[in-house]
């Protein structure tokens, strides 16, 4: 199920098309920059290169294209201002039937505060909520404070799992369950 374009106060959501394709990749490359060099991070190669981009851009083509996975682009005058990617979650230790995954939300750093991915994370308990299912799983990178701290004000919580990231930190899984709906 694809979510349909929805507006309020000057910002839309709308659900992605290959248009796209440059601008999310580099609005991500721009947010991952700048939440990797906050965490310590600052292998500037690894962040901004061609090669890096290039991977980043068809990482995203299929999120767009393949249909298991839901992409809303945030948009505010015009301009994309922030992205989300949910769907099927990608290990197999979590129960598809009950748990989708949040994939990714990015927000461009010059408009972090503003209520952008507020916005896009509750599109995604929106997506949870239509899709009958009862959690959410995500994987934060261990150094990104920011994230952590936004995700736990909506009840998210580490799970116990990790996996290897960059910068020698490791990716943390979080969780949302989700109460009884009203």
């Known amino acids: 199920m694809r979510p349909v374009g929805v507006t309020t106060s000057r910002l839309m959501l709308r659900t992605a098309d290959l248009d796209d394709l440059d601008p999310?990749?580099?609005?991500?490359?721009?947010?991952?920059t700048a939440y990797y060099r906050a965490g310590g991070w600052s292998e500037a190669a690894d962040l901004t290169s061609p090669e890096a981009r290039a991977r980043r851009r068809e990482m995203w083509r299929p999120a767009i294209q393949d249909g298991t996975r839901s992409v809303l682009c945030a948009v505010r005058e015009g301009g994309l201002v922030g992205v989300l990617a949910m769907g099927p979650p990608l290990d197999a230790d979590v129960d598809a039937v009950t748990t989708?995954?949040?994939?990714q939300i990015h927000v461009r750093p010059g408009c972090w505060g503003q209520g952008i991915g507020s916005r896009l994370h509750a599109a995604f308990e929106r997506f949870l909520r239509e899709g009958a299912l009862t959690a959410g799983v995500l994987e934060a990178w261990d150094r990104n404070s920011r994230a952590q701290a936004f995700y736990s004000r909506y009840g998210w919580r580490p799970d116990g799992h990790r996996r290897p990231g960059p910068g020698g930190a490791d990716y943390v899984r979080m969780r949302l369950d989700l109460g009884p709906s009203a």
């Open 100 to 103: 989708g995954q949040l994939h």
């Open 24 to 32: 999310i990749t580099d609005l991500h490359t721009q947010a991952r």
